[in-house]
Protein backbone atom coordinates (compact mmCIF):
# COMPACT_ATOMS: atom_id res chain seq x y z
CA UNK A 1 0.00 0.00 0.00
CA UNK A 2 1.54 3.43 -0.91
CA UNK A 3 1.53 6.20 1.32
CA UNK A 4 3.37 7.14 4.70
CA UNK A 5 2.48 4.99 7.99
CA UNK A 6 0.15 7.90 9.13
CA UNK A 7 -1.67 7.98 5.95
CA UNK A 8 -2.40 4.02 6.16
CA UNK A 9 -3.17 4.25 9.65
CA UNK A 10 -5.81 6.49 8.93
CA UNK A 11 -7.24 4.78 5.60
CA UNK A 12 -6.89 1.70 8.10
CA UNK A 13 -8.77 3.09 10.81
CA UNK A 14 -11.29 5.12 8.49
CA UNK A 15 -12.49 1.64 7.15
CA UNK A 16 -12.86 0.56 10.48
CA UNK A 17 -15.44 3.32 10.94
CA UNK A 18 -17.00 2.51 7.67
CA UNK A 19 -17.51 -1.31 8.75
CA UNK A 20 -19.14 -0.23 12.10
CA UNK A 21 -20.99 2.54 10.47
CA UNK A 22 -22.64 -0.36 7.67
CA UNK A 23 -23.53 -3.01 10.85
CA UNK A 24 -25.70 0.68 12.55
CA UNK A 25 -27.27 1.15 8.97
CA UNK A 26 -28.50 -2.49 8.94
CA UNK A 27 -29.99 -2.19 12.79
CA UNK A 28 -31.48 0.95 11.91
CA UNK A 29 -32.83 -0.20 8.53
CA UNK A 30 -34.86 -2.79 10.24
CA UNK A 31 -35.46 -5.66 8.17
CA UNK A 32 -37.13 -7.25 10.48
CA UNK A 33 -40.30 -4.17 10.15
CA UNK A 34 -40.07 -3.98 14.21
CA UNK A 35 -39.97 -0.34 15.00
CA UNK A 36 -37.03 0.64 17.40
CA UNK A 37 -38.32 3.19 20.64
CA UNK A 38 -36.81 6.11 21.23
CA UNK A 39 -34.18 4.29 24.08
CA UNK A 40 -32.58 2.23 21.34
CA UNK A 41 -31.99 4.99 18.97
CA UNK A 42 -30.50 6.87 21.91
CA UNK A 43 -27.94 4.12 22.03
CA UNK A 44 -26.86 3.29 18.83
CA UNK A 45 -26.17 7.14 18.93
CA UNK A 46 -24.00 6.93 21.78
CA UNK A 47 -22.05 3.70 20.40
CA UNK A 48 -21.53 5.66 17.03
CA UNK A 49 -20.58 8.75 18.89
CA UNK A 50 -17.88 7.05 20.66
CA UNK A 51 -16.72 5.38 17.34
CA UNK A 52 -16.10 9.20 15.74
CA UNK A 53 -14.73 10.45 18.59
CA UNK A 54 -12.11 7.55 18.70
CA UNK A 55 -11.22 7.79 15.13
CA UNK A 56 -10.85 11.66 15.32
CA UNK A 57 -8.39 11.06 18.48
CA UNK A 58 -6.41 8.60 17.10
CA UNK A 59 -5.78 10.83 13.65
CA UNK A 60 -4.90 13.74 15.50
CA UNK A 61 -2.67 11.03 17.98
CA UNK A 62 -0.87 10.27 14.84
CA UNK A 63 -0.88 14.39 14.11
CA UNK A 64 0.85 14.83 17.48
CA UNK A 65 3.56 11.65 17.47
CA UNK A 66 4.66 13.17 13.71
CA UNK A 67 5.16 16.70 15.30
CA UNK A 68 6.74 15.64 18.46
CA UNK A 69 4.59 17.19 20.24
CA UNK A 70 4.33 16.07 24.36
CA UNK A 71 1.40 17.56 25.33
CA UNK A 72 -0.58 17.42 22.17
CA UNK A 73 0.22 13.61 22.48
CA UNK A 74 -0.73 12.84 25.98
CA UNK A 75 -3.98 14.94 25.39
CA UNK A 76 -4.94 12.59 22.56
CA UNK A 77 -3.69 9.63 24.50
CA UNK A 78 -5.77 10.37 27.19
CA UNK A 79 -8.81 11.14 25.74
CA UNK A 80 -8.42 7.34 24.08
CA UNK A 81 -8.09 6.22 27.47
CA UNK A 82 -11.19 7.90 28.46
CA UNK A 83 -13.17 6.78 25.68
CA UNK A 84 -12.27 2.91 26.11
CA UNK A 85 -13.40 3.44 29.86
CA UNK A 86 -16.89 5.19 28.04
CA UNK A 87 -16.92 2.28 25.62
CA UNK A 88 -16.51 -0.37 28.10
CA UNK A 89 -19.07 0.78 30.10
CA UNK A 90 -21.71 1.77 27.33
CA UNK A 91 -21.47 -1.76 26.27
CA UNK A 92 -22.32 -3.50 28.81
CA UNK A 93 -26.15 -3.00 28.48
CA UNK A 94 -28.55 -0.37 26.88
CA UNK A 95 -29.08 1.46 30.73
CA UNK A 96 -25.34 2.74 31.09
CA UNK A 97 -25.61 3.56 27.53
CA UNK A 98 -28.57 5.96 28.29
CA UNK A 99 -26.95 7.02 31.66
CA UNK A 100 -24.15 8.30 29.83
CA UNK A 101 -26.11 10.12 27.05
CA UNK A 102 -28.51 12.11 29.58
CA UNK A 103 -25.33 13.77 30.77
CA UNK A 104 -25.35 15.69 27.94
CA UNK A 105 -28.47 18.08 29.40
CA UNK A 106 -26.20 17.63 32.91
CA UNK A 107 -22.35 18.67 31.17
CA UNK A 108 -24.85 21.78 28.95
CA UNK A 109 -26.42 22.94 32.14
CA UNK A 110 -23.45 22.82 34.35
CA UNK A 111 -21.59 25.00 31.44
CA UNK A 112 -24.75 27.70 31.82
CA UNK A 113 -24.23 27.78 35.17
CA UNK A 114 -20.34 28.23 35.12
CA UNK A 115 -20.79 31.00 32.75
CA UNK A 116 -23.92 32.75 34.60
CA UNK A 117 -21.52 32.79 37.89
CA UNK A 118 -18.30 33.95 35.79
CA UNK A 119 -20.63 36.99 34.56
CA UNK A 120 -21.71 37.47 38.47
CA UNK A 121 -17.93 37.92 39.29
CA UNK A 122 -17.53 40.18 36.58
CA UNK A 123 -20.52 41.81 37.07
CA UNK A 124 -21.90 41.38 33.40
CA UNK A 125 -25.40 42.09 33.96
CA UNK A 126 -25.92 41.83 29.71
CA UNK A 127 -24.30 38.10 29.74
CA UNK A 128 -26.27 37.10 32.98
CA UNK A 129 -29.62 37.87 31.09
CA UNK A 130 -28.49 36.17 27.86
CA UNK A 131 -27.34 33.43 29.77
CA UNK A 132 -30.35 32.98 32.34
CA UNK A 133 -32.18 32.75 29.01
CA UNK A 134 -30.52 30.05 27.78
CA UNK A 135 -31.21 28.13 30.91
CA UNK A 136 -34.95 28.82 30.98
CA UNK A 137 -34.95 27.31 27.52
CA UNK A 138 -32.67 24.46 28.30
CA UNK A 139 -35.34 24.10 31.58
CA UNK A 140 -38.02 23.77 29.54
CA UNK A 141 -36.19 21.00 26.96
CA UNK A 142 -34.99 19.42 29.80
CA UNK A 143 -38.48 19.04 31.24
CA UNK A 144 -40.13 17.79 28.60
CA UNK A 145 -37.83 14.97 28.41
CA UNK A 146 -38.44 13.94 32.38
CA UNK A 147 -34.88 15.57 33.44
CA UNK A 148 -34.50 17.61 36.46
CA UNK A 149 -32.68 20.85 35.24
CA UNK A 150 -31.56 21.37 38.80
CA UNK A 151 -29.36 18.06 38.62
CA UNK A 152 -26.22 18.94 37.11
CA UNK A 153 -24.16 15.77 38.94
CA UNK A 154 -22.84 14.34 35.94
CA UNK A 155 -21.09 10.56 35.74
CA UNK A 156 -17.96 10.51 35.99
CA UNK A 157 -15.51 8.62 34.09
CA UNK A 158 -13.36 7.66 37.15
CA UNK A 159 -16.81 6.22 38.77
CA UNK A 160 -17.89 4.60 35.16
CA UNK A 161 -14.24 2.73 35.74
CA UNK A 162 -15.29 1.50 38.84
CA UNK A 163 -18.42 -0.15 37.49
CA UNK A 164 -15.98 -2.13 35.56
CA UNK A 165 -14.02 -3.58 38.52
CA UNK A 166 -11.06 -2.99 40.97
CA UNK A 167 -8.59 -3.87 38.21
CA UNK A 168 -10.09 -1.04 36.21
CA UNK A 169 -10.73 1.53 38.23
CA UNK A 170 -6.75 1.56 39.41
CA UNK A 171 -5.47 0.99 36.12
CA UNK A 172 -7.03 3.72 34.99
CA UNK A 173 -6.16 5.88 38.25
CA UNK A 174 -2.69 6.09 37.66
CA UNK A 175 -2.30 5.25 34.13
CA UNK A 176 -4.53 8.76 34.17
CA UNK A 177 -2.05 10.33 36.59
CA UNK A 178 0.69 10.05 34.61
CA UNK A 179 -0.55 11.54 31.53
CA UNK A 180 -2.39 14.28 33.22
CA UNK A 181 1.21 15.28 34.00
CA UNK A 182 1.95 16.38 30.55
CA UNK A 183 -1.43 17.10 29.29
CA UNK A 184 -0.93 20.50 31.71
CA UNK A 185 1.06 22.69 32.11
CA UNK A 186 2.66 21.16 35.25
CA UNK A 187 5.78 22.22 37.23
CA UNK A 188 7.29 19.15 36.17
CA UNK A 189 6.62 20.13 32.05
CA UNK A 190 7.59 23.62 32.78
CA UNK A 191 10.85 23.15 34.92
CA UNK A 192 12.24 20.88 32.15
CA UNK A 193 10.79 21.29 28.72
CA UNK A 194 13.24 24.06 27.85
CA UNK A 195 15.95 22.35 28.11
CA UNK A 196 18.08 20.52 25.43
CA UNK A 197 18.21 16.81 27.59
CA UNK A 198 13.95 17.00 27.68
CA UNK A 199 13.57 16.74 23.61
CA UNK A 200 16.49 14.97 22.81
CA UNK A 201 16.20 11.87 25.04
CA UNK A 202 13.36 11.93 27.68
CA UNK A 203 10.02 13.52 25.27
CA UNK A 204 10.71 10.93 22.70
CA UNK A 205 10.78 8.13 25.07
CA UNK A 206 6.97 9.54 26.62
CA UNK A 207 6.24 10.19 23.10
CA UNK A 208 6.23 6.43 21.84
CA UNK A 209 5.02 5.21 24.97
CA UNK A 210 1.98 7.25 25.06
CA UNK A 211 1.41 6.61 21.56
CA UNK A 212 1.62 2.82 21.83
CA UNK A 213 -0.81 3.26 24.42
CA UNK A 214 -2.96 4.95 22.56
CA UNK A 215 -3.34 2.96 19.44
CA UNK A 216 -3.72 0.29 21.50
CA UNK A 217 -6.55 1.71 23.27
CA UNK A 218 -7.73 3.12 19.84
CA UNK A 219 -8.06 -0.64 18.46
CA UNK A 220 -9.73 -1.75 21.46
CA UNK A 221 -12.14 0.59 21.75
CA UNK A 222 -13.64 -0.14 17.69
CA UNK A 223 -13.35 -3.99 18.57
CA UNK A 224 -15.33 -3.50 21.26
CA UNK A 225 -18.20 -1.92 19.52
CA UNK A 226 -17.79 -3.55 16.77
CA UNK A 227 -18.39 -7.09 18.45
CA UNK A 228 -21.44 -4.84 20.33
CA UNK A 229 -22.88 -3.55 17.29
CA UNK A 230 -22.58 -7.06 15.25
CA UNK A 231 -24.35 -8.78 18.45
CA UNK A 232 -27.08 -6.43 18.54
CA UNK A 233 -27.78 -6.47 14.24
CA UNK A 234 -28.40 -10.08 15.19
CA UNK A 235 -30.89 -9.75 17.66
CA UNK A 236 -34.35 -8.22 17.28
CA UNK A 237 -33.70 -5.58 20.57
CA UNK A 238 -30.91 -3.60 19.74
CA UNK A 239 -30.72 -2.97 23.68
CA UNK A 240 -30.34 -6.61 24.23
CA UNK A 241 -26.78 -7.92 25.52
Known amino acids: MEGTPLTRAQAEMERRRQEIASEFRQILDNPKGKAHSLEQIKYLSVLYGLVHQTVTAYSQLWDSASEKNVMYCAFNTRNLLELMIWSDYCCVSL ?88 VHPTAFVVNNAAFPQWDDDFAKKVISEMFSMGVSDAEAILNRIATKVVSLNAQSDPGCS
Open 95 to 182: ENGLRFAEDTVRDYAGMLVAIRELATVWDDKKSLAEVAQLLADHAVSANAHGMDTEDHRYFRVAMAAKELGPQVELSFKYINNVISKF
